[in-house]
């Protein structure tokens, strides 16, 4: 299946909510909490807006920070994945923590 997202949607892969210790213990969560950060896997071309082409800010393996009820899921292959528009996207997180 390839996907190719409209105008200005992105399909981004959620991250498996965790908690991590202090000592650098990772402890999965167990129950049903939706994660708000991921991973972006396909970005759609950008949209008209008054006449003016609207880029797309975020690109393909960003990791990013979206509102929590944005969107619609779906799975496919043991994954499940997310559609939402640019602007549901609050930040683009860059580093490593």
């Known amino acids: 299946m390839i996907l190719k ?3 200005d949607r992105v399909v981004i892969l959620p991250d498996k909510p965790q908690e991590i210790l202090d000592s650098g213990i990772i402890l999965p969560q ?5 994660s708000c950060i991921g ?8 949209q008209m ?12 393996n960003d990791k990013v920070l979206y509102s929590k ?7 496919f292959k043991d994954a499940t ?17």
């Open 5 to 7: 997202p409209l105008y």
């Open 69 to 75: 009820f944005a969107g619609a899921s779906f799975k």
């Open 49 to 60: 807006f008054d006449g003016k082409k609207v880029e797309m800010q975020v690109k393909e």
């Open 81 to 97: 994945y997310l559609i939402i528009r640019q602007a549901d996207i609050l930040s683009i997180i860059e580093g490593d923590k």
């Open 30 to 34: 167990t129950n049903d909490e939706k």
């Open 39 to 46: 991973k972006v896997v396909k970005v759609g071309d950008g």
